[in-house]
């Protein structure tokens, strides 16, 4: 009773009710959900349905133009007419020859003995000959005897052939197939008159003045019937015609044979395409399938074992897709880090003088002399200042990166940005003069400005306002390590063989301490001269220079001065930015 209830109470803060309890997987239902998603079929990608569509496609109309044998079979129909005049030529000979007989009133026909003759000639071959006397009328037929019954016709069958289901399955394809390719529909009909004449038969008209003729006709069934007429001549009279006729049978057989040559070789190449499809799809589908789902899964993973796939070896688009993926991985786990690092050292700095306002004013409030409440309240008027320094600081960090990103770069003059800020330091020399002679350092340092007599501008492309930013911390980190009196040297110069050019600012103070030259460009950077106020600088301003300059695809690095003995006689910082293409 007390599980129920238990299992009731997990229930009800799952935000669901006992009833609504899923039902409890047993092992055999696991294992029979396994069984069936082995058993599924895998689903074919849309990329692999397209690469094959695309090649079965194109080999399928390649199959079906090649099983359109017109031409073959317009010549195995000129070739078997070729061989019916011959035939008919021969015939013609024999018949005027053989069955002519001379008389006073000149050549005659005798029709029984052609009979005769053309059942003799037409054995050995497989035509039909019919012969027409000089009136048109039909006086012999090869398929026509006269017995005693009457009138005979004689047609010859096909043999029979044992056909499996095989076979008769790939005659109904074949069928089917050429079914949908052009027939003879161009060639007219052929009908057969009970009572035949040469009215019927155009071709024998023809024979029937001296001349040759030839015809082609589809029959009912689908087959063709080729026709040949000859004239039958003696001593060049037209004593009557010869016309042979056969079907298209054995053209038919040679056309099949080539189609079905062709069929063969169209399955073999058809089956090779689709493996070779398929295999070109899964090279190209599966890895982004697999690209995407590790993106998917690094997406969805809390930690940082999820990796992109590597398939850099590939050399292809997708290893470069690859390399790419994991690139922009590891930049965003970097960025990531940057982002937790940068919040933890805000959180840091920010509780410093958080910590010290907290201090100034509980302390005010204990006290009541006037003096010691003006200093604390003094200690809290700087403690706001530097937090408002610091803020303003983070703020133009967090937001530098979006904002070099939609700003299109110009043509910026390095010359003309160093000789405006030469001149602003000299305007407020004096002021700031004051300010450090009532602080207890006298005389701002004096800036020297050296740039190519040539007039060369020193252009470059960038952002004016954030360049102008980075050579003003450079100038102010270098003001606040000069000694009184000292001099800041301001250069610039073009580098020819890299095209960039190169702008220094050099200073006469202590130098950069060993180890240090990397690490005072990173973030809250506190290592500041003794003799300034603590909390004047956020510690941000090179680390900001940093990222302007290299968002301009420009490098930033920082050195130490030394004499002829070795000794550190100042801090060197080298900005190096990509020279502006000459329009």
């Not at 238990?6 to 009833?19: F, L």
């Not at 239902?29 to 690469?51: Q, Y």
């Not at 590939?314 to 990531?336: N, P, V």
């Not at 306002?357 to 008027?381: G, N």
């Amino acid at each position: 009773m007390a599980s129920d209830t238990a299992i009731a109470t997990a229930d009800a803060e799952a935000g669901r009710s006992p009833a609504a309890s899923p039902p409890r997987r047993t092992a055999g239902s696991i294992a029979a959900a396994a069984l069936r998603r082995r058993l599924r079929w895998p689903r074919l990608s849309p990329l692999t349905g397209r690469i094959l569509a695309v090649n079965v496609l194109a080999l399928a109309l390649l199959g079906l133009g090649l099983l359109y044998v017109g031409r073959y079979e317009a010549s195995l129909i000129e070739t078997e007419l070729q061989a019916l005049k011959t035939q008919g030529e021969i015939f013609a000979a024999a018949l005027g020859e053989g069955a002519v007989l001379d008389s006073v009133e000149g050549e005659q026909l005798l029709p029984e003995l052609a009979r005769q003759m053309m059942r003799r000639l037409v054995e050995p071959t497989r035509t039909r000959a019919r012969l027409f006397d000089t009136d048109g009328q039909i006086v012999a037929d090869s398929r026509v005897l006269r017995g005693p019954g009457g009138v005979i016709q004689i047609r010859e069958l096909p043999p029979p052939r044992p056909r499996s289901w095989l076979a008769a399955t790939a005659d109904e394809i074949y069928d089917w197939i050429v079914s949908w390719l052009p027939r003879h529909s161009a060639w007219p009909l052929y009908k057969e008159p009970a009572v035949q004449s040469a009215a019927e038969y155009p071709e024998v008209g023809r024979a029937l003045r001296g001349d040759t003729g030839r015809a082609v006709r589809a029959e009912s069934g689908g087959g063709l019937v080729l026709s040949v007429a000859v004239p039958v001549q003696r001593y060049k009279q037209v004593l009557g015609a010869v016309m042979l006729s056969v079907g298209s049978n054995e053209i038919e057989e040679a056309v099949r044979a080539v189609r079905l040559d062709i069929l063969r070789v169209f399955l073999i190449a058809l089956a090779v395409t689709v493996l070779l499809s398929v295999y070109l799809a899964g090279t190209i589908a599966r890895p982004i399938r697999i690209l995407a789902a590790a993106a998917d899964r690094v997406r969805r993973g809390s930690g940082r074992q999820m990796a992109i796939p590597d398939f850099t070896r590939r050399r292809d688009e997708i290893g470069d897709l690859s390399g790419s993926l994991r690139d922009m991985t590891g930049a965003l786990w970097q960025r990531m880090d940057a982002i937790e690092r940068f919040a933890a050292d805000v959180a840091h700095e920010i509780k410093n003088p958080l910590s010290s306002l907290r201090s100034a004013v509980e302390t005010a409030a204990r006290i009541d002399d006037p003096a010691k409440q003006r200093r604390l309240l003094a200690i809290v008027l700087e403690d706001v200042q530097r937090l408002d320094r610091l803020i303003s600081d983070i703020s133009d960090a967090s937001r530098l990166d979006s904002e070099m990103s939609r700003i299109e770069p110009k043509p910026v003059s390095m010359a003309r940005m160093l000789r405006i800020l030469v001149e602003v330091h000299e305007a407020t020399a004096s002021g700031d003069d004051d300010e450090e002679e009532e602080g207890g350092r006298g005389g701002a340092p004096l800036l020297s400005l050296g740039l190519p007599a040539d007039g060369d501008e020193l252009t470059v492309s960038g952002v004016e306002d954030r360049l102008v930013q980075v050579l003003r911390n450079l100038i102010a980190n270098a003001v606040s390590f000069s000694p009184p009196g000292g001099v800041i040297r301001l250069a610039a110069r073009r580098d020819a063989a890299a095209a960039a050019v190169v702008a220094t600012i050099e200073d006469e103070g202590p130098g950069i301490p060993d180890g240090k030259l990397e690490a005072i460009f990173d973030r809250f950077y506190t290592e500041r001269p003794s003799s300034e106020k603590f909390g004047t600088h956020s510690g941000l301003g090179l680390s900001i220079s940093k990222q302007i300059v290299e968002a301009h695809r420009g490098t930033i690095r920082a050195e130490n001065r030394r004499d002829a003995d070795g000794s550190v006689i100042g801090a060197r910082f080298v900005v190096r930015l990509p020279a502006a293409a000459s329009s």
